[in-house]
């Protein structure tokens, strides 16, 4: 079952076997601190020859700041 769902996953956000999913799931609010997420990712794109496709998930009040800092950090955005 698990193997079904990284599949069925996998084809839903066309994700290549070479590209690794790395993601975080919650309130988008302050205390989740998704800032620090973005930096990671784009510390990871910048540093390292992985491919890599980032998922935040969930819905709040800090939405609109997270895919504003997103962008700002040259992160591309998918919805």
């Known amino acids: 079952l698990l193997e079904e769902n990284r599949n069925t996953f996998r084809i ?3 994700l290549k076997e070479d590209t690794v999913a790395i993601g975080i799931i919650g309130r988008l609010v302050p205390i989740k601190n998704h800032e620090l997420f973005l930096k990671g990712i784009q510390f990871i794109k910048k540093n390292s020859k ?7 998930i969930g819905d709040g009040e800090s939405r609109n700041t997270i895919e504003e800092q ?4 040259e992160l591309e955005l998918l919805q």
């Open 12 to 14: 839903k956000y066309q």
């Open 50 to 56: 992985i491919k890599i496709q980032a998922f935040i």
């Open 70 to 73: 997103a962008k700002k950090l």
